[in-house]
Antibody
Framework: EVQLVESGGGLVQPGGSLRLSCAAS????????MSWVHQAPGKGLEWVAN????????NFVDSVKGRFTISRDNAENSLYLQMNSLRAEDTAVYYC????????????????????WGRGTLVTVSS | DIQMTQSPSSLSASVGGRVTITCRAS??????LNWYQQKPGKAPRLLIY???SLQSGVPSRFSGSGSGTDFTLTISSLQPEDFATYYC?????????FGHGTKVEIK
């Protein structure tokens, strides 16, 4: 079965650290860009970070730059998010997402979108 | 950053009715616009990519249109399982950004 399963969430104090994991199965993990997206309680979705297939390129939203690191282990079919210096506003469900790229037949443009999501893991930052 | 503005933020509709949700980008994003459906406590699900392409397995009552800055998601005949929150998302420029969502409720 094609799926993503997140783990590692929990309660952490402000200023603390947490490492999230995402286990991929049912597809060739190393062929895809991967991403983390979070959703604060009762709020909308926010993209957090992307990582290229070989880990050579990474992008982050400004609010987590310098605090969060994204990495992957293609041999283990796993994606990670190391979160340091956590703040109350980082409280959210964190989703792992697979990024699909497709080329428009007429335009030749390369389109990117999340075609597979995990069920999420909840991170709560509170004292 | 590119701001994505969805309207309305919520709407009530009847089963069988037609629903239209709009999404406006703060700058041109060509056709780099995706739509997702999310039900409470569940992960989002891709409906439409590249503004108008229907994802495999998604019912044909869902359709998307638009380019540049203005986009729409249409549900032609609302079904009970379509009551959910819908998000647009641009993948034109990092940071990728989502709209704030449109909650579709039962009338």
């Amino acid at each position: 079965e094609v799926q993503l399963v997140e783990s590692g969430g929990g309660l952490v104090q402000p200023g603390g650290s947490l490492r999230l994991s995402c286990a991929a199965s049912g597809f060739t993990f190393s062929n895809y860009w991967m991403s983390w997206v979070h959703q604060a309680p009762g709020k909308g979705l926010e993209w957090v970070a992307n990582i290229k297939q070989d880990g050579s390129e990474k992008n982050f939203v400004d609010s987590v730059k310098g605090r969060f690191t994204i990495s992957r282990d293609n041999a283990e079919n796993s994606l990670y998010l190391q979160m340091n210096s956590l703040r109350a506003e980082d409280t959210a469900v964190y989703y792992c997402g697979r990024i699909f790229q497709t080329t428009g037949f007429w335009s030749g443009y390369v389109y990117w979108y999340f075609d597979l999501w995990g069920r999420g893991t909840l991170v709560t930052v509170s004292s | 950053d590119i701001q994505m503005t969805q309207s309305p933020s919520s709407l009530s509709a009847s089963v069988g009715g037609r629903v239209t949700i709009t999404c406006r980008a703060s700058q041109s994003i060509s056709s780099y616009l995706n739509w997702y459906q999310q039900k409470p406590g569940k992960a989002p699900r891709l409906l439409i990519y590249a503004a108008s392409s229907l994802q495999s397995g998604v019912p044909s009552r869902f359709s998307g249109s638009g380019s540049g800055t203005d986009f729409t998601l249409t549900i032609s005949s609302l079904q009970p399982e379509d009551f959910a929150t819908y998000y647009c998302q641009q993948s034109y420029k990092i940071p990728w950004t989502f709209g704030h969502g449109t909650k579709v409720e039962i009338k």
